[in-house]
């Protein structure tokens, strides 16, 4: 887990749970690089569900967002069926993007850190502002349910 | 469950949990059918790997297992987060391949069926005789660890 | 190809050229039996479009073909970045359903060979006609277009 | 193409033409964004092969690339069947790792930036040097052909 008093928003964080599957690995039993972008999305959307947030809805308000950039540091290598616990925080927030930080661990160990900025866009991808809502949304902690 | 009355090995049977990522599901939520192999495979190796077999020692002995032939079918989908149940049985082998079958469960209720069969191959690929150790531990119960 | 006197459709035929990626093969060079099914879809999207289709008017009149059956062969392996071709061709099409097969070549040889069935449905997924503007497509050469 | 003047390796250099798979794409028909990790990959495997590496010899030599790092920026998307060309160059090379940068283009408009970093490890994965004739490889242009 990061170091909270060092969180912009020391709430905005959950923990996700996620077991490596066959295909990710190499032959070797390694997990592919491309697939921590993959759990990192998967983190960021539950993140997102365990504060209520209903995707549908908020594509039918035109409201979408896509990754505009991605990083991430691989240190350990994870493998074939290992439990790993993903970190996901709200690291800052402006007009129109997030940044969302990840770590991964295994074993009491960190395997891998990263970000992700997101943009929000319209439905002809042109940038928008954050409606209040969202940004209330990913500030809150896990007790919080948007309406 | 399939029907253990009608299963030639009655034992060599096993139930693999599974939960289903965002990056398996289109925009609608649902899985995209080419996973369902993946889940597939993902159930035998763990149907394997909790009998004892060991895949680098195999690979050192000449003995591969790809997969020859698959079928699908695909009744009620399976959605995001959803957290599935596949069962995995032998249902039959011959001399230089097997045939494993799935059955995928969610809430009580069987989404998708399908069969892969596996053959025996060495380095070179040449179809090869299922050693004898690698057959009892395909016919064997959970019970059963290889040595 | 398949011998085309032998098919209910002769002309209802595309071949599509695709690369194997890199990511799609495992330490050995072998591709992953799961990207067959995506090879599949990509030559079945590749003979719609090249039919006039366009998938978003399908999708606002709330049709869709989800794939509720898929069969594979696989005969000989396909290694990175081998240049395969895929014949994609309409098997046949009933009330609600149709069935289209592949056959997959590299260097004149044939590699894999499957089919999927896609069922046409509604938004709320139950089973409809194919409309007949659709069905036509479905059976036409790649010199049609479809309105 | 970036800017040959500012480049440290003006001729380590190499373009590789890729097209998006429809599986790639979200119902919007947008890659998704994890796929550029694997098309970085493609531009990379590639840009050694057209040196003449053997990762098969490397392998028995005891010497991996594993990514240790990746950085994305996704300024436009890609859409489905897309022609893509990717530029992947030398960005800097140290003692026991590599850093390659990647461009994507569409349509002469640029899509996408990133860079990967590799480590030289050996099978224990502990970092070695990377060895002189590998060194030599990087460095080169195409018309190198390694022994």
Not at 11 to 40: K, Q, W
Not at 51 to 79: C, D, L, M, N, T
Request: net charge neutral; charged share 20%; hydrophobic share 45%.
């Amino acid at each position: 887990m990061p170091n909270l008093a060092t969180l912009l928003y020391p709430d905005a964080i959950s923990r996700v749970p996620l077991t490596v599957r066959f295909v990710e690995t190499d032959l070797m039993g390694i997990v592919h690089h491309a697939n921590y972008l993959i759990y990192f999305e998967q983190a960021r959307v539950e993140y997102f569900l365990r504060r209520g947030a209903v995707f549908e809805e908020w594509a039918q308000r035109g409201i979408h967002f896509p990754v505009v950039e991605s990083h991430v540091r691989y240190r350990k290598p994870a493998f074939f069926n290992q439990q790993l616990m993903i970190d996901c925080w709200l690291h800052e927030v402006s007009r129109a993007s997030a940044r969302f930080d990840y770590a991964i661990y295994a074993d009491q160990q960190q395997l891998t850190e990263g970000y992700t900025v997101i943009a929000c866009v319209n439905s002809q991808r042109k940038l928008q502002r954050v409606p209040d809502d969202i940004l209330a949304l990913m500030k809150a902690s896990e007790s919080y349910i948007s309406q």
